[in-house]
Each structure stands twice: as structure tokens, then as C-alpha cells.
């Protein structure tokens, strides 16, 4: 199987990457079920890496439908170490406006529909997720956007990222008890994703894009789905460039990462006890602990 070392989600608007190269789609099976989409293996920037619609290229899984076990899973499968994901998000606070770029270093959870990790059936695992974004991979992150000098786009480093529900948007009483909160922007998907690579051992981190105002602002209803979806191509073409100076720079200098070494202390069952058909299931995150 082809190896990537580097694994990029893309959420809403960016659903490909025009710059990789040498491109071949990997159908992947996993114990969890089938991922959102095939992966797309190519080079980008002298590395093979895996990319992903999150949504699937069609854009046709609501958040809740999202196959995140078999999307991280698959990412593992391919040998991927850190996954980049960039997601469309809205902001809680006025500073943070539309097209802005945030690489958030908190979460804040108020999904209630989906499964968040790849334990249980005999198997019990308790992972520390006080950081839950990597600080060195999001640090790289945000040092290459600031190399890019992008017109007219402000990077806010850290922030707090609201992950309800959906597929509906916020009431404005929710919206102003997330802003009580401090927090920074809010989205559908990125803390189950990041749940789950801790878990996997692999170093994630957000890259989120500012599409609008959450409807706490007053100039919410002004807000139309073609500047949403204007908003969304720009940020494609910014998250593209970003994603692509990131991974020269991890490729440059693999950061050792707080997630790789995730599952060392968290399994509580021993493993010659647990049932053999669950670590089975597992056995790409545990083969090391075996």
C-alpha cells in the first residue's frame, strides 16, 4: 500500500488540492466502515501525502453522517503521522472577521449524535486531551500563513472552537452563551476528528477559515449564501497555499509531537486479556503496544 506520512481534510470549498502531483485514488476498507470518499495520494511539495473530502467531493455527508472513525482509520492505514484539516467555521467575536484564518488551540463540545472514539468492546483506553491541537504542528501551521503574507487576511494564533451538531446553525441565545464562553469561532466537525487522531497517535491541527458572522452579529441577516460561497472559494485558494508551505515545512523538520506517543499510559485493559476479534479491530494503533 502507498505511504503517506502527511493527511489533509478538506472541509466545505475545498474539496481537492490543484498541486499535487503524481495523483492515484486508494479505495479503503476499514473495521469502522467506509471513509468519507477514496483518498487522493499524490506529491506535494516533495512528499507524498493523503487528502480527503471530508464531506465526500460531491459534498454529500451532513456532519453527523461523517464516517470520522473511518476516516482517521484510513488515515492510519496510509502511515499518516500528522493530518492538517481546514474546515469553514463562523466567528463569535467581532475581531475575527470573514476571510480571516484561525489555528484554534482549543474545543469546546456540544455534538451529542456521534461516536468519538474507537474504544470499548473489551477494550478501554482514557487519553489526556487537555491540548487537544498539537502545539508544534499548529504552530507550523500558523508560521508558514504568516510567511505567505496574505492581502487583506489577519492569522489569529489560538482560540476556542465551538463543535455542535448541526446540520442547523445556532439560535441566537446560543450563539451569545458560546460568545460568554470567549469562544472564538464555531463549526460542525473538527473536535470529533481530533478526538479520534488522538487516539490514532497522529498530530492534528485546524485550520479554520472565516466564512461569516454567526448570527449573534447584527449584521448577520445581511448575510447572503453568495457571499458565503464567495467566501468559501477565496478561502480554498487561501487554505491550498497554506496547506502547501505547511508541509514543506513539516517535511523540512518532522516535529515530535505530544499525540504519538498518545496510547503509552491510556489503556487501562491489559492486553492479553482482551478479546481478540476487538484488537484485531484496533491492531494498526496497537501493534506497538502488543
Given at each position: 500500500m502507498?505511504e503517506?506520512k502527511i493527511?489533509?481534510i478538506g472541509?466545505s470549498g475545498?474539496?481537492?488540492m490543484?498541486?499535487l502531483k503524481?495523483v492515484?485514488?486508494?479505495e479503503?476498507e ?7 470518499d477514496a483518498f487522493i495520494v499524490?506529491?506535494l511539495e516533495g512528499?507524498t501525502?493523503?487528502f ?8 454529500h ?6 464516517p470520522?472513525?473511518a476516516?482517521?482509520h ?7 503521522e ?6 469553514a467555521?463562523g466567528?463569535?467575536k467581532?475581531e475575527?472577521r470573514?476571510?480571516d ?6 474545543f469546546?463540545?456540544?455534538?451529542k449524535n456521534r461516536a468519538?472514539t ?5 477494550i478501554?483506553?482514557?487519553i489526556?486531551f487537555g ?6 504542528l ?7 500563513i504568516a ?18 451538531e ?8 446560543e450563539s451569545?452563551?458560546y460568545?460568554?464562553?470567549?469562544a ?6 473538527n473536535l470529533?476528528e481530533?478526538?479520534l ?12 477559515l472565516?466564512t461569516?458572522?454567526?448570527?449573534w452579529?447584527?449584521d ?5 449564501v453568495?457571499m ?5 472559494k477565496?478561502?480554498a485558494?487561501?487554505?491550498?497555499k497554506?496547506?502547501q508551505e505547511?508541509?514543506?515545512?513539516i517535511n523540512a523538520?518532522p516535529?515530535?509531537?505530544i499525540a504519538?506517543?498518545a ?10 486479556k ?5 484488537k ?5 494503533f496497537?501493534?506497538?503496544?502488543l
Amino acid at each position: 500500500m502507498v505511504e503517506a506520512k502527511i493527511g489533509i481534510i478538506g472541509g466545505s470549498g475545498l474539496y481537492n488540492m490543484d498541486a499535487l502531483k503524481d495523483v492515484k485514488e486508494v479505495e479503503l476498507e476499514t473495521p469502522f466502515g467506509s471513509p468519507s470518499d477514496a483518498f487522493i495520494v499524490g506529491t506535494l511539495e516533495g512528499t507524498t501525502v493523503a487528502f480527503l473530502a471530508r464531506h465526500g467531493r460531491n459534498h454529500h455527508l451532513l456532519p453527523s453522517e461523517l464516517p470520522f472513525c473511518a476516516n482517521i482509520h484510513g488515515m492510519k492505514q496510509l502511515g499518516v503521522e500528522y493530518i492538517i484539516s481546514a474546515s469553514a467555521v463562523g466567528s463569535l467575536k467581532e475581531e475575527v472577521r470573514p476571510l480571516d484564518i484561525v489555528i484554534p488551540d482549543q474545543f469546546i463540545d456540544r455534538t451529542k449524535n456521534r461516536a468519538a472514539t474507537f474504544f470499548g468492546d473489551g477494550i478501554v483506553a482514557h487519553i489526556a486531551f487537555g491540548d487537544p491541537v498539537c502545539p508544534k504542528l499548529a504552530e507550523i501551521v500558523a508560521d508558514a500563513i504568516a510567511s505567505l503574507e496574505i492581502p487583506d487576511i489577519k492569522l489569529h494564533r489560538g482560540g476556542t472552537y465551538v463543535c455542535m451538531e448541526g446540520p442547523i446553525f445556532s439560535t441566537k441565545a446560543e450563539s451569545n452563551l458560546y460568545r460568554s464562553w470567549d469562544a472564538t469561532i464555531i463549526g460542525m466537525t473538527n473536535l470529533t476528528e481530533a478526538k479520534l487522531a488522538r487516539e490514532a497517535e497522529i498530530a492534528y491541527a485546524t485550520l479554520a477559515l472565516v466564512t461569516d458572522y454567526d448570527c449573534w452579529h447584527e449584521d448577520h441577516d445581511s448575510v447572503t449564501v453568495e457571499m458565503i460561497i464567495d467566501n468559501l472559494k477565496h478561502n480554498a485558494i487561501n487554505a491550498q497555499k497554506a496547506i502547501q508551505e505547511t508541509v514543506k515545512r513539516i517535511n523540512a523538520n518532522p516535529p515530535e509531537s505530544i499525540a504519538h506517543s498518545a496510547l503509552q499510559y491510556a489503556i487501562f485493559t491489559p492486553l492479553d486479556k482482551a478479546p481478540e476479534t476487538t484488537k484485531d479491530k484496533l491492531s494498526v494503533f496497537l501493534k506497538k503496544y502488543l
